[in-house]
């Protein structure tokens, strides 16, 4: 089975701290202290030396600089390729790419399309069957939809006049606090009404627009997209090239899985105001899932020159991560932690170190900084996740399993969703087959509301279709996504959607590319092993399914299960 973390999601999905309020050009060196370039605190807190990044010695892994590789026509070599017919509870029905597009100009966002009906009743029906807990959940993912398409409408239907000028944003009539404090729910509804008010203020459509850009991140519900895109494009109808509006738009693409999309709006963001810490971070976030590594970390230390704080910070480790450097990772994020001010920034933070830890086997150490994260936020969901992870593998799989349950009825994404799932297979009581399975078909739901909402799913298709799911379309999936982007997590998918095809001779190289970088991922290794395997390489994969297992040996319910029985018939 195909182990599945979050450290296969896009920086702007792993979780953010706040959302600023725009309207004032912020200036260097304001947010925090730099973790690298001339004038950086060094690591030990000492005077600033150039280089700080590195101040405890660590170089990071050697290895190639990224994951582009050739693109040739041969699926022997990494490139795109064709569909297969589909079928199963994960992969099927999908619509193709998603556009990036939302409602009209002008429509209310409240005001869903016949096309998106359909989908809900789809769900609707879906949700018909079974227990009423697993009803409930099913009716979830149906129900996201349809009350988010109506919830916005109230306040972007209420300023249509055009009469009016715009007027400049009032940052103040929303507090930051409110923003940064994890209230995100007071926080818009405090939006909405000043913008009923002032429905030409610029700033706060555009503070609006990325308000919900997150509330679909937080709460698993892509139907915010359209919302956050209509409120974006009025603000920047209200005053063309603002920064905090493309900067928005940035995020917002970054979240739909557009990453090219991404990187044109923050670069346009960045040419109006060079210092926005959104725009600085997207960029980052763009280039990452791009696979273009270099320009990524030459963005981190540009961003952390500019400004320095949080939301960089915790890219700049991610980036070295990429790089199999954890040490400097490691460092930079509990810098991160030391600055960290308000509750959602230390839920934030902590929940990135206790998932770094986790990823190495450390899963004390991770349950430690787990904890800390619900301490300041004892709701924060992607802690609780990482908790409920790490206590899998540790072999608590009651609390797990309780855990990963509470995620899923709030957060029903395709990640912690294939977990519970594995976490039923893992345990096998009675009716854990069904539990299971029930996982999986929510799944596809949660792909057809995202692609009704103008997200890219591919990846999260090919990776759970891949397992349990239609093989073929998992191919489909993975080759479409390969086709637009190539990154280690594209080649990984590329390479075990090939391998469950049986097609690993062409899988190999995929294998490999996404082990390049020294990324130390246990969930790659294994993949790679499995298929060196297949392939005869019987060295090669004793190496590679021992290293998945030394690195970390809980990486998957399945996954590591299947590797110690692969290894222990390879002795």
Not at 209 to 215: H, K, R, T
Not at 233 to 245: E, G, H, W
Not at 479 to 507: C, I, K, S
Request: hydrophobic share 40%; charged share 25%; with cysteine.
């Amino acid at each position: 089975m195909s182990p599945r973390t979050n450290e296969s999601a896009p920086e702007s999905e792993r979780g953010e701290p706040s959302v600023a309020v725009p309207g004032t050009v912020a200036v260097p060196g304001t947010d925090g202290v730099s973790v690298t370039s001339a004038g950086a605190a060094r690591a030990d807190g000492g005077a600033p030396t150039a280089g700080a990044a590195r101040a405890d010695g660590a170089d990071g892994a050697d290895g190639a600089d990224g994951a582009d590789g050739a693109d040739g026509a041969d699926e022997s070599t990494p490139a795109g390729g064709s569909a297969g017919d589909r079928e199963g509870p994960v992969g099927a029905g999908q619509d193709g790419d998603a556009a990036d597009g939302g409602h009209a100009e002008g429509g209310a966002i409240g005001q869903g399309s016949a096309h998106d009906d359909e989908r809900v009743a789809a769900v609707r029906r879906l949700s018909a069957s079974g227990r009423r807990r697993r009803a409930a959940q099913l009716a979830l993912c149906a129900g996201a939809l349809a009350v988010a398409m109506t919830a916005g409408a109230i306040v972007l239907g209420a300023a249509r006049d055009s009469g009016a000028r715009a007027v400049a944003s009032a940052p103040g009539a929303v507090s930051p606090q409110l923003l940064a404090g994890g209230d995100l729910d007071t926080s818009i509804s405090s939006l909405q009404a000043h913008l009923k008010a002032q429905p030409k203020d610029y700033g706060g459509w555009a503070t609006l627009g990325l308000a919900y850009v997150e509330q679909a991140r937080t709460k698993g519900d892509p139907s915010r997209y359209p919302q956050a895109q209509e409120a974006l494009d009025r603000s920047l109808r209200l005053r063309p090239d603002n920064d905090p509006a493309l900067a928005g738009r940035a995020a917002l693409a970054a979240a739909r899985h557009d990453f090219t999309g991404a990187l044109k709006y923050a670069d346009k963001a960045l040419k109006q105001n060079p210092y926005s810490e959104r725009a600085l971070s997207s960029r980052i976030d763009a280039l990452v899932e791009l696979g273009r590594y270099d320009d990524a970390s030459k963005a981190a230390d540009l961003a952390d020159e500019r400004r320095p704080g949080v939301p960089v910070f915790t890219r700049y480790a991610y980036v070295h991560e990429l790089r199999g450097d954890t040490r400097t990772a490691r460092r930079v994020l509990r810098q991160a932690l030391d600055s960290a001010t308000t509750r959602g920034d230390v839920s934030y933070v902590a929940t990135a170190l206790g998932q770094l830890a986790w990823s190495q086997g450390d899963y004390g150490t991770a349950l430690t900084y787990y904890a800390r994260a619900l301490s300041a936020d004892d709701s924060y969901l992607p802690a609780l996740e990482g908790r409920a992870r790490a206590q899998a593998a540790q072999g608590d799989g009651a609390a797990a399993i309780r855990g990963m349950e509470h995620v899923v009825e709030r957060y029903p994404l395709p990640q912690p969703l294939v977990e519970l799932g594995e976490l039923y297979e893992s345990r096998g009581a009675a009716g854990d087959v069904r539990k299971a399975h029930d996982q999986y078909t929510l799944v596809q739901a949660w792909v057809s509301l995202a692609r009704a909402n103008g997200v890219n799913a591919d990846l999260d298709t090919a990776l759970a279709a891949a397992d349990h799911g239609d093989h073929a379309a998992a191919l489909k999936a993975a080759r479409a996504e390969w086709a637009r982007r190539h990154t280690v997590h594209t080649a990984d998918a590329m390479a075990w959607a090939l391998h469950v095809n049986g097609r690993d001779a062409q899988a190999l190289p995929y294998a490999r590319k996404a082990t390049a970088t020294g990324y130390r991922n246990a969930s790659f290794l294994y993949h790679r092993g499995m298929i060196e395997r297949a392939t005869g390489h019987e060295k090669e994969a004793r190496a590679s399914l021992k290293a998945a297992l030394d690195l970390n040996p809980g990486f998957s319910p399945l996954g590591a299960r299947e590797a110690r029985t692969a290894l222990e018939a390879a002795k």
